[in-house]
């Protein structure tokens, strides 16, 4: 058995023998931590945090690299790890290490100031990971990146829970989980490194946005890639607004797709139309919907695309029997709404009322309306707390049955 847990909760510690420190000479080239650096972009006066950072084997090597205008926060939440930590650092006398008491919901690293964070071997160990990933996103300076590596899973452990029971983790999950706190997933490496005669670990990398006109663009590109559409294909922008989506849909599609872009008011309509003669854009047709129906064509289109619309819908049975009309047999229909996250209990009048819909409600209601459920993304995308509470962006992914 390769390893034995020494510690429950968030950055737990796992007594792995090639990880011991004695072995970490030879630990450091099975583990490429060369590449990992090298991933996370990390040089002289850089500002690091190794996250669940345990005895140091991350830490001690960051320390040189960064050097004494960097600095490197050491971060676990074992008091006795901690301690080791220290200590080794004082031994190699590296004034640019600080040694961070975390929790298992905040790392507690300074807010807007971190170039990098690295996380190795300690998240598939963190029960609360989402509140752990938006409060690195924080920490993080605009295109600061995230690394996470971890132990991949053996072939039987299937979903999320089977993996963490044997402290494994796809992949896959990290980085949807991290794509769901605002990272761009710029590398995803199922099979990075291998531990001696035993299982791999893998490698995502993630980036901040630079700016807020990359995040946009970024959340535009999620969002029309759940439709699973091609070039050519037609779709639907149900509640359009000024084309907030619908644009990036009608680039997606090509000159031989098509978009139908609806809504029920005149004034969104006429925005939109002058958006589309700004881009140039002639693949679009706008349409001017009721409120119980979006006036598409029927048996039209491959994709439904619904925005953070669907939650007005007084008379969403009506909309959603007329939306299945519109699709193709296999037609794919995406609800994208929002709920805070302590008003789940509400009713379905009082959610609207504050303009959210929880995700269980929309999906009995695509369901009941003759939809498949494919997919539920819950979150979808990840809000960073504030003084309202939590909330979230959830996504539903619907197909009309193929006969």
Same mark, same amino acid.
């Given at each position: 058995?390769?390893?034995?847990?020494?510690?429950?909760?968030?950055?737990?510690?796992?007594?792995?023998?090639?990880?011991?420190?004695?072995?970490?000479?030879?630990?450091?080239?099975?583990?490429?931590?060369?590449?990992?650096?090298? &991933?996370?972009?990390?040089?002289?006066?850089?500002? +690091? $945090?190794?996250?669940? *950072?345990?005895? @140091? !084997?991350?830490? =001690?090597?960051?320390?040189?690299?960064?050097?004494?205008?960097?600095?490197?926060?050491?971060?676990?939440?074992?008091?006795?790890?901690?301690?080791?930590?220290?200590?080794?650092?004082?031994?190699?006398?590296?004034?640019?290490?600080?040694?961070?008491?975390?929790?298992?919901?905040?790392?507690?690293?300074?807010?807007?100031?971190?170039?990098?964070?690295?996380?190795?071997?300690?998240?598939?160990?963190?029960?609360?990971?989402?509140?752990?990933?938006?409060?690195?996103?924080?920490?993080?300076?605009?295109?600061?990146?995230?690394?996470?590596?971890?132990?991949?899973?053996?072939?039987?452990?299937?979903?999320?829970?089977?993996?963490? &029971?044997?402290?494994?983790?796809?992949?896959?999950? +990290? $980085?949807?989980?991290? *794509?769901?706190? @605002? !990272?761009?997933? =710029?590398?995803?490496?199922?099979?990075?490194?291998?531990?001696?005669?035993?299982?791999?670990?893998?490698?995502?990398?993630?980036?901040?946005?630079?700016?807020?006109?990359?995040?946009?663009?970024?959340?535009?590109?999620?969002?029309?890639?759940?439709?699973?559409?091609?070039?050519?294909?037609?779709?639907?922008?149900?509640?359009?607004?000024?084309?907030?989506?619908?644009?990036?849909?009608?680039?997606?599609?090509?000159?031989?797709?098509?978009?139908?872009?609806?809504?029920?008011?005149?004034?969104?309509?006429?925005?939109?139309?002058?958006?589309?003669?700004?881009?140039?854009?002639?693949?679009?047709?706008?349409?001017?919907?009721? &409120?119980?129906?979006?006036?598409?064509?029927?048996?039209?289109?491959?994709?439904?695309?619904?925005?953070?619309?669907?939650?007005?819908?007084?008379?969403?049975?009506?909309?959603?029997?007329?939306?299945?009309?519109?699709?193709?047999?296999?037609?794919?229909?995406?609800?994208?709404?929002?709920?805070?996250?302590?008003?789940?209990?509400?009713?379905?009048?009082?959610?609207?009322?504050?303009?959210?819909?929880?995700?269980?409600?929309?999906?009995?209601?695509?369901?009941?309306?003759?939809?498949?459920?494919?997919?539920?993304?819950?979150?979808?995308?990840?809000?960073?707390?504030?003084?309202?509470?939590?909330?979230?962006?959830?996504?539903?992914?619907?197909?009309?049955?193929?006969?």
């Amino acid at each position: 058995m390769l390893c034995r847990l020494t510690r429950v909760g968030l950055l737990t510690v796992v007594a792995v023998a090639a990880q011991s420190i004695a072995s970490e000479p030879a630990r450091e080239r099975w583990q490429h931590v060369d590449e990992i650096f090298k &991933a996370v972009g990390i040089g002289v006066g850089s500002s +690091v $945090a190794d996250v669940g *950072a345990g005895d @140091g !084997f991350l830490t =001690l090597r960051i320390a040189p690299i960064v050097g004494e205008n960097g600095h490197v926060f050491a971060v676990d939440i074992s008091d006795t790890k901690l301690q080791s930590l220290k200590q080794r650092v004082a031994d190699a006398h590296f004034a640019n290490v600080e040694i961070v008491k975390g929790d298992e919901a905040d790392p507690r690293l300074p807010a807007g100031q971190l170039d990098a964070v690295i996380i190795l071997n300690s998240y598939h160990e963190m029960p609360r990971f989402r509140e752990v990933l938006l409060r690195i996103r924080q920490s993080l300076k605009p295109g600061g990146r995230l690394v996470i590596a971890e132990p991949g899973p053996l072939p039987a452990e299937q979903t999320r829970a089977e993996q963490i &029971a044997r402290h494994h983790i796809s992949s896959k999950f +990290v $980085a949807e989980e991290m *794509a769901q706190a @605002g !990272f761009t997933i =710029l590398e995803e490496r199922e099979r990075f490194a291998q531990i001696p005669e035993a299982n791999w670990y893998s490698l995502v990398v993630g980036q901040l946005p630079s700016s807020e006109e990359e995040r946009v663009a970024e959340m535009k590109s999620r969002v029309v890639a759940l439709l699973g559409l091609r070039s050519g294909d037609t779709a639907a922008d149900v509640g359009s607004g000024d084309g907030f989506y619908t644009i990036p849909l009608a680039r997606f599609l090509g000159p031989s797709g098509k978009v139908y872009a609806e809504d029920i008011s005149d004034e969104q309509l006429g925005k939109l139309k002058q958006h589309l003669g700004e881009e140039r854009l002639t693949n679009v047709e706008l349409i001017k919907g009721a &409120a119980d129906d979006p006036k598409l064509p029927t048996g039209a289109v491959d994709g439904v695309l619904i925005v953070n619309a669907y939650h007005e819908m007084a008379a969403h049975e009506a909309m959603l029997n007329h939306v299945l009309s519109a699709l193709k047999p296999g037609g794919v229909l995406v609800v994208i709404d929002g709920i805070w996250n302590d008003h789940e209990s509400r009713s379905r009048e009082e959610q609207v009322k504050s303009h959210e819909l929880a995700p269980a409600l929309g999906r009995a209601e695509v369901q009941k309306a003759g939809f498949e459920i494919v997919d539920v993304r819950d979150p979808f995308i990840e809000r960073a707390p504030d003084r309202d509470g939590k909330s979230r962006w959830w996504a539903i992914i619907a197909r009309k049955p193929a006969r």
